[in-house]
């Protein structure tokens, strides 16, 4: 299905955090320049650093662009109203406003923009919040055929019309089965995640398996890979920032304090071959599985929904820091792959974002008034808890009671 050439169809991406941003430039990459493309960051407090700005856009279509537009979710109106698609690459509140917006400005009896969502990475398994946020949308993005099933399921429970892909992460580029990468290991890289494992002392317990492990193997090189260091935005608050809790041990005698080294940047400057990657529930290990890199998925703090590693149940990739320590090489299973991020798409996204594109332009999406006043109520519950005081608002609660 072709949209004639001199009208290509427009999608308008809109971000907010570093893992979302370089989800967004990297699927409006894989869309070709056959689509006019924009990506634009919302103003929040999310907003990537110049660095994390730069590792997104790298290797993409922005990487020589002018720098990507920051702006204000009141002032989307313009931008919203000429696209034929809009990518709601954000954190869940973000996309329900964008959408809102773009909703209440259908004229007419058909909306003429089509509303899209996706998590930027590991999204198994589905949760009701992060659909109620998206429940606007008329595509949902997975990344594998097992998120495909339980979202589309949990879609179905909630009486949803609201439709599931199975696509691929965008910035995964093997075909088939990943070749193995053969090399020995020589570098170990931990993928740090904001939110994962929770307590301090978890954390403590992985800076000091990493520092036994380059003890134990001299010639080896451990990086903690940061999606920020302390202090600076990512996509989820960081308790306990690890570069924080290193100082802190190597202040207290616990580490040497050079057996680790911190890094930011891209994930492919550090997934070298020869690297081992060492995880809890980072997409990462699917950008080291990509690369034919062995990997660990470390279950010492649990398997389970909360953590998010319970899609690697079946992987070949479950293990432990001793496995870490012990530099065990641990392979994906071929059929958990099959199932999981590295299966053949039925339909590329492409595809069915031109789809959309089409039915936007002939007004024939429809929007459900029982999710648009659900978005409206969300929306001022918001900014009444935003910016009005304790009190006032305690009362208005009191009221609705």
Excluded at 11 to 18: E, G, H
Excluded at 377 to 394: D, W
């Amino acid at each position: 299905m072709k949209i004639p050439p001199d009208a290509p169809p427009r999608i308008l991406a809109v971000a907010d955090s570093d893992s979302y941003f370089k989800f967004a430039c990297a699927t409006l990459d894989g869309l070709g320049p056959g689509w006019d493309r924009t990506v634009v960051l919302a103003r929040t407090p999310l907003l990537p650093t110049a660095e994390q700005r730069v590792g997104a856009v790298t290797g993409t279509f922005l990487q020589d662009a002018a720098p990507t537009a920051v702006v204000p979710l009141h002032r989307l109106g313009p931008l919203l109203d000429s696209a034929d698609v809009v990518l709601g690459a954000a954190t869940g509140p973000v996309v329900q406003e964008v959408f809102r917006r773009a909703a209440s400005r259908q004229r007419g009896t058909g909306r003429s923009t089509a509303l899209v969502s996706a998590l930027p990475g590991v999204a198994y398994p589905a949760t009701a919040k992060a659909m109620g946020f998206r429940s606007l949308g008329d595509l949902f993005l997975t990344h594998g055929r097992a998120e495909a099933r339980d979202f589309g399921g949990l879609l179905a429970r909630l009486g949803s019309d609201q439709s599931v892909l199975a696509t691929r992460l965008p910035f995964l580029v093997s075909t088939g089965e990943p070749a193995k990468d053969t090399t020995p290991v020589h570098s170990v890289v931990f993928a740090a995640q904001a939110k994962f494992p929770i307590h301090r002392h978890e954390r403590e317990q992985v800076l000091r398996a990493l520092a036994r492990t380059q003890r134990a193997n001299p010639g080896v090189e451990v990086i903690v890979k940061l999606r920020a260091r302390d202090g600076e935005p990512q996509t989820h608050h960081e308790r306990h920032p690890y570069d924080r809790l290193w100082a802190e041990l190597s202040a207290g005698g616990a580490v040497a304090g050079d057996e680790v080294r911190f890094a930011t940047g891209t994930m492919a400057s550090v997934l070298r071959p020869g690297t081992l990657l060492v995880t809890v529930s980072s997409t990462a290990v699917l950008e080291a599985i990509d690369r034919g890199l062995p990997a660990v998925v470390l279950t010492d703090f649990g398997l389970d929904r909360d953590l998010y590693n319970l899609v690697f149940e079946g992987s070949g990739l479950i293990g432990s820091l001793q496995d870490v320590e012990e530099l065990t090489v641990l392979r994906p299973d071929a059929a958990w792959l099959a199932e999981h991020y590295f299966h053949h798409p039925d339909t590329v996204a492409a595809e069915a974002l031109e789809r959309l594109a089409r039915r936007a332009r002939a007004g024939t999406l429809a929007t459900c008034p029982e999710a648009l006043a659900g978005a409206r109520r969300m929306a001022l519950h918001h900014r009444l808890r935003t910016s009005l005081p304790g009190p006032a608002l305690q009362l208005i609660r009191a009221l609705r009671q």
